[in-house]
């Protein structure tokens, strides 16, 4: 079975803070996809980033970076110095390799406040 | 870019009607999707689709069937709408490059009366 955990359900800090939304999956595949999404307030998902499990290299993208551990089955997702428009619910999905499903962690609302 | 455009953004509908909620993409992708979006629950698939005229259940196809006549639309139907199932729509898509990434519609907020 596979599943997504995002044991936070809601963050709130203040601009120009860290901060770091956690992501632990289960899968018994040895060849998957790791993704993030961003749900701005107008809705739409927005993709961020996709890893495959044989890549475990770290990811930086400006304020963002993503930090892919196989060991512990998690993929963290750290946002430096926080901007108000960082406001939003990011989702943590994994897929395997062949498969069309996606399984989607419960998200985690950020709030950065000014 | 891809585009994936979904019907409505906000859909009101009273207990028993029938519901069709339409996706449109523009990026030639073979596999669609129908989710649900729940608080507290994340994403959960209803339906996809593979090709024209294929589908297949997802986690949550109860109450909901689906239609897909044309490579770029999928439309979810609601045969009888209930009030557990106002929720927020997400469609996407996908080609079918395994590598390839999923992409979303703006949803529909549908509630049900």
């Known amino acids: 079975a596979q599943k997504v955990t995002q044991a936070q359900t809601e963050i709130s800090v203040v601009e120009k803070e860290d901060v770091t939304l956690d992501c632990v999956y289960e899968?018994?595949?040895?060849?998957?996809?790791l993704f993030w999404y961003k749900q701005p307030p107008s809705g739409e998902l927005v993709f961020l980033i996709r890893r495959n499990s044989f890549d475990e290299q770290n990811e930086i993208s400006g304020r963002y970076s993503w930090n892919f551990q196989k060991s512990t089955s998690s993929f963290n997702f750290t946002i430096t110095a926080s901007q108000v428009v960082d406001s939003a619910v990011y989702f943590c999905?994994?897929?395997?390799?062949?498969?069309?499903?996606?399984?989607f962690g419960a998200g985690t609302r950020l709030t950065v406040k000014p | 870019d891809v585009k994936v455009t979904q019907s409505s953004r906000y859909l009101v509908k009273r207990t028993g009607e029938k519901v069709f909620l339409e996706c449109v993409q523009d990026?030639?992708?073979?596999?669609m999707f129908w989710y649900r979006q729940d608080p507290g629950l994340g994403l959960r698939l209803i339906y996809f689709?593979?090709?024209?005229?294929?589908?297949e259940k997802g986690d949550i196809p109860e109450g909901y069937s689906v239609s897909r006549e044309k490579k770029e639309r999928f439309s979810l139907i609601l045969e009888s709408a209930s009030t557990n199932q106002t929720s927020m729509y997400l469609c996407?898509?996908?080609?079918?490059?395994?590598?390839?990434?999923?992409?979303f519609g703006p949803g529909t907020r549908l509630t049900v009366l």
């Open positions: 999905a994994l897929r395997s390799l062949g498969n069309n499903d996606m399984r």
């Open positions: 689709s593979y090709d024209v005229k294929m589908k």
């Open positions: 996407a898509s996908r080609s079918s490059w395994d590598t390839d990434t999923q992409y």
């Open positions: 899968t018994r595949d040895t060849t998957y996809y």
């Open positions: 990026m030639d992708h073979e596999n």
